[in-house]
């Protein structure tokens, strides 16, 4: 079943996404509608490269959301890329906490993050993992506010922002979408020891094995 066509994403005074409200009913009506799919890892091609622009805002996008959120709560993720489905759409969705526990939830479609000034940034080497780098965890220094334009599920455009943890999920979601995974931003000697995580682990969840 595809999501109604008069849902639109609310939009603050300032054209901010409300993504902090409903989110559970919310989560609820996408993954209820959605069918869980196994998730793509590293050395899957559509991983390692820029996905195509979305530029049809109907059912099919709309079932594809709805199975993405479907997706990452049987992975127990709190972001998720179309690509980590083995779809070829700059497409991600979120359920995510901020450092403050504030729950946000939303879907971003043709992303594009928001260079920041560099005197602007606070980075913060938190660990972070990713669900198409199963059971593997690295620090990784990314900057601690971060911003994203792109367009809802219906096409309108829109705005999200984020602090702290859900920062770091906006930033890591988008460069799935251009081709990058985070061990990708890692050291030689930190990206190869996050294989090694990798290959001695089992994953929680289903995957889709390489060839």
Not at 139 to 163: C, F, H, M, W
Not at 164 to 182: I, K, M, P, S, V
Request: aromatic letters at 6%; hydrophobic letters at 35%.
């Amino acid at each position: 079943m595809a999501q109604q066509e008069n849902q639109v994403t609310p939009i603050d005074d300032e054209g901010w996404v409300v993504d902090t409200e409903d989110c559970e009913a919310r989560e609820l009506a996408h993954r209820e509608r959605g069918t869980s799919r196994p998730i793509t890892v590293v050395g899957n091609p559509v991983l390692h490269r820029e996905c195509k622009d979305v530029t049809e805002f109907g059912d099919e996008l709309a079932q594809l959301i709805d199975d993405m959120f479907a997706s990452q709560k049987t992975a127990e993720g709190v972001g998720l890329a179309a690509n980590q489905i083995g779809v070829d759409a700059k497409v991600f969705v979120y359920d995510c906490p901020d450092d403050e526990g504030v729950r946000h939830t939303g879907v971003v479609v043709n992303p594009k993050l928001v260079e920041l000034p560099a005197g602007s940034r606070v980075l913060d080497d938190s660990n972070e993992g990713c669900l198409s780098v199963p059971t593997a965890y690295a620090s990784l220094a990314r900057p601690d506010y971060a911003e994203v334009t792109g367009q809802d599920a219906q096409g309108n455009p829109i705005k999200v922002r984020g602090t702290g943890y859900f920062a770091r999920c906006l930033q890591h979601e988008t460069d799935h979408l251009y081709g990058y995974l985070y061990i990708d931003r890692l050291s030689k000697r930190d990206r190869k020891d996050a294989l090694r995580q990798m290959a001695e682990n089992t994953p929680r969840y289903p995957v889709v094995p390489n060839d």
